[in-house]
């Protein structure tokens, strides 16, 4: 079966999940957790890695993409975690259950110990990009959606924490090292994959491969990814002493990084 005809516009799957969530609901004690949650970074290329392993025929998606139950659901309890994922395909070859919620890396101090309390065996995955260009990207992708009307370098140059303690998003989500930090201390590092998203991109095909082995799956080809899961990135002209600021701001976090993953290749500029 091709996949992507399982793609629906957000107002039809919640449509139909709406009509049918009495029949979750009572079945959620037979349907399986997560085995496997992309984790983060958000703009990192997790969309792509989610609609790829979609594809795969072992692979037991979560009905939505980011489900975001152990950073803003957890009051609704396990059994409604549950519902997001399939039933019956746990018994005609699905192996992995997958839920990507790229937020959960952001929100590691509160995420991982809620993780790990309900799936301690489960394959984490992280990509990381740049963080001055994920920083850029994010601000792009708000101005796309009309979320954000400030210039590039009031939104961006800005601390990235105020005197009140509010954060500034866009510059907080680039501190890998200490988010990660916090995984690593409940989840065994062979339990966590960290790629570099520009790596992903350059050589998606190696990628692939690689997550396919580190999940246990028996290794596909690249899927062809249809024209509604080919997500557009958004473009911002920023000028040059905002790129310059953003990098300073992460030279000490980026070297941080680079002692705690010493194999992963940290971005040069």
């Given at each position: 079966?091709?996949?992507?005809?399982?793609?629906?516009?957000?107002?039809?799957?919640?449509?139909?999940?709406?009509?049918?969530?009495?029949?979750?609901?009572?079945?959620?004690?037979?349907?399986?957790?997560?085995?496997?949650?992309?984790?983060?970074?958000?703009?990192?290329?997790?969309?792509?890695?989610?609609?790829?392993?979609?594809?795969?025929?072992?692979?037991?998606?979560?009905?939505?993409?980011?489900?975001?139950?152990?950073?803003?659901?957890?009051?609704?309890?396990?059994?409604?975690?549950?519902?997001?994922?399939?039933?019956?395909?746990?018994?005609?070859?699905?192996?992995?259950?997958?839920?990507?919620?790229?937020?959960?890396?952001?929100?590691?101090?509160?995420?991982?110990?809620?993780?790990?309390?309900?799936?301690?065996?489960?394959?984490?995955?992280?990509?990381?990009?740049?963080?001055?260009?994920?920083?850029?990207s994010h601000y792009g992708h708000q101005v796309q959606r009309g979320v954000e009307t400030r210039s590039a370098s009031v939104a961006l140059m800005s601390p990235d924490l105020t005197a009140k303690g509010k954060p500034n998003h866009y510059k907080r989500r680039g501190l890998y090292a200490e988010q990660i930090k916090q995984v690593l201390s409940l989840?065994?590092?062979?339990?966590?994959?960290?790629?570099?998203?520009?790596?992903?991109?350059?050589?998606?095909?190696?990628?692939?491969?690689?997550?396919?082995?580190?999940?246990?799956?028996?290794?596909?080809?690249?899927?062809?990814?249809?024209?509604?899961?080919?997500?557009?990135?958004?473009?911002?002209?920023?000028?040059?002493?905002?790129?310059?600021?953003?990098?300073?701001?992460?030279?000490?976090?980026?070297?941080?990084?680079?002692?705690?993953?010493?194999?992963?290749?940290?971005?040069?500029?």
């Amino acid at each position: 079966m091709d996949r992507s005809l399982l793609v629906r516009p957000r107002w039809m799957r919640g449509a139909l999940r709406r009509v049918a969530y009495p029949y979750y609901w009572l079945t959620a004690p037979l349907r399986p957790l997560p085995s496997a949650l992309i984790i983060g970074t958000m703009k990192g290329g997790t969309s792509t890695l989610n609609a790829w392993l979609r594809h795969h025929t072992q692979v037991m998606f979560s009905a939505i993409k980011e489900v975001h139950y152990f950073n803003d659901h957890y009051d609704r309890g396990e059994r409604w975690y549950r519902t997001y994922f399939p039933l019956w395909e746990q018994w005609i070859g699905g192996c992995c259950a997958l839920e990507a919620t790229p937020a959960y890396l952001y929100r590691a101090p509160l995420v991982m110990p809620r993780m790990h309390a309900l799936v301690p065996e489960a394959r984490l995955i992280v990509l990381l990009r740049n963080p001055v260009a994920r920083a850029i990207s994010h601000y792009g992708h708000q101005v796309q959606r009309g979320v954000e009307t400030r210039s590039a370098s009031v939104a961006l140059m800005s601390p990235d924490l105020t005197a009140k303690g509010k954060p500034n998003h866009y510059k907080r989500r680039g501190l890998y090292a200490e988010q990660i930090k916090q995984v690593l201390s409940l989840y065994p590092r062979e339990q966590l994959l960290v790629l570099r998203s520009e790596d992903f991109f350059a050589q998606p095909a190696e990628a692939y491969a690689r997550v396919q082995e580190f999940l246990g799956l028996s290794p596909e080809p690249l899927p062809p990814l249809s024209p509604v899961e080919n997500v557009g990135r958004a473009k911002a002209s920023i000028p040059t002493e905002v790129r310059e600021h953003l990098g300073e701001f992460y030279r000490e976090p980026n070297r941080q990084l680079s002692e705690l993953l010493p194999d992963f290749p940290i971005w040069s500029e």
